[in-house]
């Protein structure tokens, strides 16, 4: 860890103070003050959430960098919140939803293979010096873990940094890059929802199987609402983090084992113990759904999983330092080039195929942001459509590493040539 000259280094300090800003957003965003209400239906509350901690690192006030509340929440909140989420999730209501949500992320997908080549192409023609270097320093290494990032998530981003080895100054270059431009993006998807009817008319789409998603889920929430007792809150925590303590114990048996016997197996992701991690929870909570323990959704089991989420959220919104665009403008019009080559399929397949912006998105974000963004923009839409946004993240893991190694080999050949 290195040394940090924030205000504040404390970590249990920095979690007063996200707490704090999160319970401020959240009153503020639930006001009947006119002025409020006018300034929310304009600016996403849970942009907030990411941008307002993200001054905190901007201004010095705290180390982001170094701060271990970003480990402790996608390692022990984000899994229990996976299972609370998928608790009562309708796997043949989903199924019903057919094959245009996987479509949509595929096509997420697709654009962020084909984009990181075609961004250092575009770039190279006005400036070959952004997208060049050698060795550790080739810009194109780094872009590798930008690609694993946007397709799954920290798992295979990590995964590419140990298959390419950039270097560490470029590769936390790169975390900036990633991070600011897919949270750009996201603020741009949070404000599309406020006009999702304008966008569907646009594409042509039908949303009545959202819809129909949505209300039959609610309904069931609704029909087992109940005052939560102590015992209640209790049996939720017990499943939210006993499942965690299986997935960690299982991920720390099956990782290790496959990187012994099988370490082919590394470029998808599967020698990762936070990919298995991530795996097990969601499968966990979605055998889970199949039993009377469903009906803890009544007791407020997806409610606590949002509060675990949104804690991530202002974790994640705390590693984004804003004055980092000043300092690397190169890197950031590569990674804004690379982000509208894949806005531009994704609104293409989506014209196309008549899709619904909620395809759009949550596909979207299930291939750039992973667990930690899909549940959290679904749940925008409207909290009962959180699992859509998790079994999408889940596929991202599954197909990201493979994806960003492609991607990657053909940056690097491009580069070369």
Same mark, same amino acid.
């Given at each position: ?327 690397? +403008?190169? $890197?950031?019009? /590569? &990674? ?7 806005? #531009?399929?994704?609104?293409?397949? @989506?014209? *196309? ?29 409207? +909290?009962? $459509?959180?699992? /859509? &946004? ?7 893991? #599954?197909?990201?590493?493979?994806? @960003?190694? *492609? ?11």
């Amino acid at each position: 860890m290195t040394e940090t000259h924030a205000l504040v280094s404390n970590d249990a300090v920095v979690l007063g103070m996200l707490l704090l800003i999160l319970a401020g957003i959240f009153k503020t965003s639930t006001s009947s003050n006119p002025k409020l209400k006018a300034f929310y239906s304009v600016v996403p509350m849970i942009l907030l959430c990411y941008f307002v901690p993200s001054l905190l690192t901007t201004f010095n006030i705290v180390d982001g960098e170094n701060s271990r509340l970003y480990f402790v929440a996608s390692r022990y909140l984000l899994p229990a919140c996976l299972v609370l989420l998928t608790l009562s999730v309708d796997l043949r209501e989903i199924a019903r939803l057919g094959w245009k949500p996987v479509a949509m992320f595929l096509a997420g997908t697709v654009g962020v293979v084909i984009g990181g080549p075609l961004a250092i192409l575009i770039t190279s023609v006005f400036a070959p010096d952004l997208v060049g270097g050698a060795g550790p320093e080739a810009v194109w290494r780094g872009l590798a873990t930008i690609a694993g990032s946007w397709i799954g998530g920290g798992a295979n981003q990590a995964a590419m940094y140990e298959i390419f080895k950039p270097s560490n100054e470029l590769y936390s270059v790169m975390i900036t890059v990633d991070v600011i431009v897919a949270e750009i993006w996201m603020a741009f998807l949070l404000i599309g929802i406020g006009k999702q009817d304008a966008i569907n008319r646009f594409f042509r789409a039908d949303s009545s199987s959202v819809d129909r998603l949505r209300d039959k889920m609610e309904a069931f929430s609704k029909s087992i609402t109940r005052a939560p007792s102590t015992a209640d809150l209790m049996i939720i925590l017990g499943i939210g983090f006993g499942a965690t303590a299986f997935a960690h114990g299982a991920a720390d048996l099956i990782a290790p084992y496959l990187l012994e016997h099988a370490p082919g197996l590394q470029r998808f992701s599967l020698t990762s113990g936070f990919f298995w991690l991530i795996v097990i929870a969601t499968a966990i909570g979605v055998c889970l759904s199949f039993t009377p323990l469903r009906t803890f959704e009544g007791a407020g089991a997806s409610k606590i999983g949002t509060v675990f989420i949104f804690v991530l959220v202002a974790t994640i919104g705390m590693k984004m330092d804003i004055k980092a665009i000043g300092q690397y +403008p190169g $890197l950031f019009m /590569v &990674g804004a080039i690379w982000m509208i080559i894949h806005i #531009v399929i994704l609104l293409v397949v @989506a014209y *196309l195929i008549r899709a619904p912006y909620f395809f759009l998105a949550v596909g979207s974000k299930a291939n750039i942001g992973g667990a930690a963004s899909a549940p959290v923009l679904a749940a925008a839409f409207h +909290p009962a $459509l959180a699992p /859509v &946004g998790v079994l999408l993240a889940v596929l991202g893991y #599954v197909l990201g590493t493979y994806g @960003a190694w *492609l991607s990657a080999l053909v940056m690097q050949a491009i580069s070369v040539g």
